[in-house]
C-alpha cells in the first residue's frame, strides 16, 4: 500500500513510547501498534486529531504517500 503511517519516528523524535502515546491518546496500544506496523486499514479524524495533539505534530508528519515501486529515503545518520 502506498500510504505509510510513520508513527514510529514520530514517536522516535519525541523520546515517548507506545505505552505512554497510549496512556495519553486514550487508546489501546493493540490499536496503536497496528497504525504503527502498518497493519490498520482506516483512522478515524479524532484518533488522527489526539495523536498530533500529543505528539505536537501535523497529519502530514504522521501519514506518507509513497507511489509504488519508489523507494523508501534512507535512515537518518547519527
Known amino acids: 500500500m502506498p500510504i505509510l503511517i510513520n ?10 513510547t507506545l505505552t505512554e502515546l497510549s496512556e495519553r491518546v486514550g487508546i489501546t496500544i493493540a490499536n496503536l501498534s ?9 483512522i478515524r479524524f479524532t484518533t488522527l486529531d489526539a495523536i498530533c ?4 505534530c501535523q497529519p502530514g508528519d504522521l ?4 507511489p509504488h515501486g519508489t ?6 545518520r547519527g
Request: net charge positive.
Open 53 to 56: 495533539a500529543v505528539l505536537d
Open 63 to 66: 501519514i506518507e504517500y509513497r
Open 34 to 42: 497496528n497504525l504503527k506496523t502498518g497493519k490498520a486499514r482506516a
Open 7 to 16: 508513527l514510529e519516528t514520530m514517536l522516535a523524535h519525541r523520546s515517548m
Open 71 to 76: 523507494r523508501p529515503p534512507p535512515p537518518p
